[in-house]
């Protein structure tokens, strides 16, 4: 069983910035491409950030785009989300997502493609 664990969520004014982590000890973590989505009470999950297994191919949702960096340490077995100027329509449980991969460079950005999941961690941001 692949166990994903999230931190680094909290309560933050608009503005503020936030660094979430997902550590994933027990798995190769080099052989994963990584995705990090998150979702808002009463709505679907929607897509965050994706690294690819080497780390070269990275891709963002729109709403975070040009305010997010999703990277990847695989000596740590660790993929971070560094979200800067937080608005409160960020509010939501984050969650981080792993899928084996063949392809160093392979980049998945739909939920339905990956294997693992962890249990989030929930980021509140105050207007």
């Known amino acids: 069983q692949v166990q994903l664990q999230e931190s680094g969520g909290g309560l933050v004014q608009a503005g503020a910035s936030l660094r979430l982590s997902c550590i994933s000890p027990a798995i190769t973590f080099s052989n994963y491409a990584m995705g990090w989505f998150r979702q808002a009470p009463g709505q679907e999950r929607e897509f965050v950030a994706a690294i690819s297994r080497s780390g070269r191919i990275i891709d963002y949702g729109d709403s975070v785009k040009g305010r997010s960096t999703i990277s990847r340490d695989n000596a740590k077995k660790s993929v971070y989300l560094q979200m800067n100027s937080l608005k409160p329509e960020d509010t939501a449980v984050y969650y981080c997502?792993?899928?084996?991969?063949?392809?160093?460079?392979?980049?998945?950005?739909?939920?339905?493609?990956?294997?693992?999941w962890g249990q989030g961690t929930q980021v509140t941001v105050s207007s």
């Open positions: 997502a792993a899928k084996l991969t063949v392809t160093p460079d392979r980049l998945i950005s739909r939920d339905d493609g990956y294997d693992y």
